[in-house]
C-alpha cells in the first residue's frame, strides 16, 4: 500500500503577508485583511527593494487585492486549494 500525503491551502487559510530583508533578516508582516501595499525597504541599508508603482510592487499590491476578495468563497460552488510541495 501506498500511502500519499497532499498538503492544500485554501487562501482563507493565509492570515498574514510576510517581507524578509535577505540581507540583515528582519520581517515585516500584515494580517492579510489590512494588508494593501508592499514594504518597499528596509532600514537596514538605504535602498530600495522596489520602486514604489513598479511592476513588482503592483504585482505584489494585486496579489494581496486578489487573496482577499478570494479568501471569502463561500457562495461559490467550488472550493479552491493550492498544493504546495511535499
Ligand atoms: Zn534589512
Redesign the pocket.
Known sequence: MTIETKTTIQLSDLINIEFE?R????TTSWPIGVAKNPPTS????DEQWMPIGGQVYRDISALIDLVQRLSNTDGEKFVMRLRLKG
Do not use: N, S, V
Not at 540581507?23 to 528582519?26: H, K, M, V, Y
Open positions: 530583508c540581507a540583515c533578516g528582519a528596509c532600514r537596514c541599508r
